[in-house]
């Protein structure tokens, strides 16, 4: 519920405060007077898009403030929850703006987008303009207003699952369509690469180590003579004939030398040893050294047919087999396509079926809240001086979507006998506005804890008729906020809560006031609406009468 608007230099309003209540509140006034004002003005702050230019004339800043109270379980709380917004029973809502436009809003004094003080102004207020009306002409807005009297919000939250899922076996059965068109149109180059690549059959590391022993077998010749004239001068005609030699002298020596010999001899015997042992290296060596010519040429082809195919296929040698595995698995999916393609193509076949499923429920719910409604219409329309008119809700079958595969639209007949017609073809000004306001008071049963703002919807229609008007909207504020701008007496008069808005000049200066009426200063805004500029007693009387029980 509202509470309380605060407006600060916004238009004609200088400072203002207004404390609105329970039921039903009704604002009258001259026309011009500032009532469209406090609309922009209430529509300024809950962020919606309205004049450009509201900051008073030689204000710094225009602002204004709405405070609400909300009860627990009010669809506010979630959209708070969600921006990070702490939920408290009492909601304030400030936004200023300065003369070059700038706009900034705060919500509990936590500064916000516009963005989510409009979110959260669709739960907190419903205005219904002047020209509002027009919204019962556009069919789009046909089937949210049916959903909203059926109540199937689950049923359109399963809906839309349904269609997700739907949506998303039908992108995955087409990507794969596409997948597998791109690998047959290169299905010739995948079985020629893949034979080519599983023929040489490449490992990690293997050109690097080809390429060492070609390294290696090319320095084989020119090395080999060096280290076998090495291994020459090791051997029995070298270095170990001359060091058996050696030993054997000096073993025939020792005998009589008492040992000083003996430190040398085992020297020697090492320094055999180790002479072996480089021998067997060398010989080594030698034996690696003594290359086939036709290995070499084997090893230098295959090198090659390495560093061919890594340039062909623009990867290093190293990565061939991690290419020709690749390769194999875009030729196992074009192998596996068709059954793959078979397998996603039921996948959207059940989710088609499961969304024709959701649809039919959701229709058949439809269907039968089309009847309640337009016998609840029939209901709403008598008290408003139009039991002959006949509101018909139309169903007829549409493009499958998230939210159904129905088109709903509301048809009328105004007069008995007469063929029903779209809105805006058979239906007047002030009919529209009784045929919104019936359609309101049977959505209203359904609850939603908004404040419903009517702006002039008694337009066009008096005397009996306006007083009907009035009590509807009476009847709907038992169950909810009403806030109505009015030039109707008698909707004035069956108001719970008056305020009149005037306009007063000082010198060269023109502001709204509003002020709240109270027993005579009420009967006179009544008798002036009555009677216009010069209220007579007569006009007091019908003001009275009209404010009677």
């Known amino acids: 519920m509202l509470r309380n608007l605060s407006i600060r230099d916004m238009l004609l309003i200088d400072r203002l ?53 909300l009860p627990a379980g009010h ?35 936590r500064r916000v987008s516009g963005d989510v003080l409009r979110a959260l102004s669709e739960t907190l207020v419903e205005l219904h303009g002047q020209h509002d009306d027009r919204g019962l ?54 079985r020629h690469a893949v034979g080519e690549l599983d023929k040489l059959n490449p490992e990690p590391g293997e050109e690097a180590e080809l390429d060492a022993r070609r390294r290696m077998m090319q320095a084989a010749a020119r090395l080999s003579g060096d280290v076998a004239r090495a291994r020459g001068a090791m051997g029995e005609e070298g270095a170990e004939r001359l060091m058996h030699d050696a030993m054997r002298w000096l073993d025939g020596a020792a005998a009589d030398l008492e040992g000083r010999l003996d430190g040398a001899i085992e020297a020697l015997g090492r320094a055999l040893t180790e002479l072996g042992e480089a021998q067997a290296e060398v010989d080594g060596c030698l034996d690696a050294l003594d290359t086939d010519p036709m290995a070499l040429e084997a090893v230098e082809d295959r090198l090659f047919a390495l560093r061919g195919l890594a340039r062909k296929h623009s990867v290093l040698p190293d990565d061939l087999g991690t290419h020709a595995q690749e390769l194999r698995a875009r030729l196992a999916a074009l192998d596996a396509g068709d059954s793959d393609a078979a397998a996603l193509a039921r996948a959207e076949a059940e989710g088609r079926a499961a969304h024709e499923a959701a649809c039919a429920a959701l229709s058949e719910k439809r269907r039968k809240a089309a009847k309640a409604l337009d016998a609840a219409m029939a209901a709403e329309l008598a008290p408003l001086k139009m039991e002959r008119a006949v509101f018909a809700t139309t169903i007829n079958p549409a493009e499958p979507g998230p939210e159904g595969a129905d088109a709903v639209t509301f048809e009328v007949a105004t007069n008995p006998g007469a063929p029903a017609g779209a809105l805006n073809r058979i239906a007047s000004g002030g009919e529209l506005s009784r045929f919104l306001l019936a359609l309101k008071v049977c959505l209203s049963r359904a609850g939603g804890g908004q404040t419903l703002i009517f702006d002039e919807i008694d337009r066009g229609v008096g005397g009996a008729t306006a007083d009907a008007v009035g009590r509807r909207l009476r009847a709907l504020s038992e169950g909810a906020q009403v806030l109505v701008v009015t030039h109707s007496p008698q909707v004035a008069a069956l108001g719970a809560h008056h305020w009149r808005v005037e306009k007063t000049t000082h010198g060269e200066e023109t502001l709204s006031r509003v002020s709240q009426l109270f027993d005579e200063t009420r009967v006179d805004e009544l008798a002036r609406m009555l009677a216009g500029d010069r ?13 009677a029980p």
């Open 137 to 190: 002409l556009n069919p789009r807005g046909h089937r949210q207003l049916l959903d909203a009297f059926a109540g199937v919000e689950g049923d359109i939250l399963a809906t839309r699952a349904s269609w997700r899922a739907l949506s998303q076996a039908r992108a995955a059965r087409e990507a794969a369509q596409a997948r597998l068109a791109t690998l047959r149109a290169e299905e010739d180059y995948l």
């Open 17 to 69: 405060e207004l404390a609105f209540q329970p039921g039903l509140n009704v604002l009258t006034g001259e026309t011009g007077a500032g009532k469209s004002i406090l609309l922009d003005s209430l529509g300024f702050v809950l962020g919606w898009r309205g004049r450009a230019e509201l900051v008073r004339a030689g204000a710094a800043q225009g602002e204004v403030e709405a405070v609400f109270d």
């Open 75 to 109: 669809p506010a709380h979630a959209v708070m929850s969600e921006a990070g917004i702490s939920a408290e029973d009492e909601l304030i809502l400030r936004r200023v703006n300065t003369p070059d436009g700038r706009k900034t809003a705060w919500i509990n004094d």
């Open 535 to 547: 209220i007579t007693d007569a006009a007091r009387a019908a003001a009275r009468a009209l404010l």
